[in-house]
């Protein structure tokens, strides 16, 4: 999908672009000259920047998924499901993974059936994905499975997260509301010790999350980022200040929109 719009791009914009630095600034340009508006702008330079990104960027971590056990009790699934308000469970065996339940099978098994609710019956398959996957490709992989979930493995194969349809929708179009929005979380810490950080994360809630004392004229992480950089910066460029390291994550000509953060005493960003 992501090398077709920029097929077409190139065509209708652009003579001949020879990098997507250049087929962006030809974009650019098209706003400038009023060819595209600034929205369309932005969702065509976010859609290029899935090649960039990986499943890791932006997965649910493991401590906020909400996963369903193989030998849990009726009773227990049926309150699982009204309390998170979420429409699929992915089904584990300690660290093995069964498949996926719906929500919707659950209740209306329930109300058919009452108590014979048949697990096995209902358990969906679900795609196994790792960390490093490129968010374009699961995109793709999305669309041909007519699949919306997937669970996320990391290096040694252990459950490190899931990631949604809406998830990878988001990082073109903006937050979209979504059973696993983390819409209330500005900073969200991985097992990895890597910590996602939204760029208009005030910095008084950065220093209190990481009991740190940064200390500046601007009042957002994403205006500390830009200002030590001395410019917008692109997309994968990295910096360090004070004790951290900065990774952009998603970026457009005008804002930066995410950032990977590692603290040095764990280690640095590659």
């Known amino acids: ?20 630095d250049e087929l962006i600034k030809c974009i650019n340009k098209a706003q400038l000259d ?25 997965m ?15 009773d227990e699934l049926l309150k699982k499901v009204v309390a998170s308000s979420h429409s699929r469970f992915p089904v584990v065996d300690n660290n093995d993974i069964l498949g996926m339940l ?16 048949n697990f096995k019956e209902s358990l969906r398959s679900i795609i196994i994905v790792p960390e490093s996957k490129r968010l374009s490709v699961l995109l793709k992989e999305f669309q041909q499975k007519k699949s919306h979930m997937a669970v996320v493995l990391d290096e ?13 929708l988001e990082q073109i179009v903006g937050d979209i509301d979504d059973e696993y929005d983390l ?18 994360t005030p910095l008084d809630e950065f220093n209190e999350f990481f009991k740190t004392e940064i200390k500046s004229d601007v009042d957002t992480i994403s205006g500390l980022v830009v200002h030590a950089f001395g410019y917008l ?8 200040i004070s004790d951290f ?26």
């Open 1 to 20: 999908m992501i090398n077709w719009l920029k097929n077409k791009l190139a065509k209708k914009l652009c003579q001949s672009p020879k990098n997507q």
């Open 245 to 270: 390291d900065f990774k952009v994550l998603q970026t457009d000509s005008r804002r930066i929109y995410l950032l990977e953060v590692i603290r040095r005493e764990y280690g640095s960003v590659d």
């Open 102 to 117: 719906l929500a919707k099978d659950i209740l209306n098994s329930f109300i058919d059936d009452g108590d014979k609710f």
């Open 233 to 240: 910066p692109k997309q994968l460029e990295s910096i360090t």
């Open 34 to 58: 009023n060819v595209i508006d600034i929205h369309s702008l932005n969702v065509i330079e976010k859609t290029l920047q899935l090649e960039k990104m990986q499943v890791r960027d932006v």
């Open 156 to 168: 040694y194969e252990s459950i490190s997260g899931l990631i949604t349809l809406e998830d990878i």
């Open 60 to 74: 649910v971590p493991l401590s906020k998924m909400v996963t369903v056990e193989q030998n849990i009790k009726l």
């Open 183 to 200: 819409e209330s979380d500005n900073i969200i810490a991985h097992k990895d010790k890597r910590f996602l950080v939204k760029a208009q």
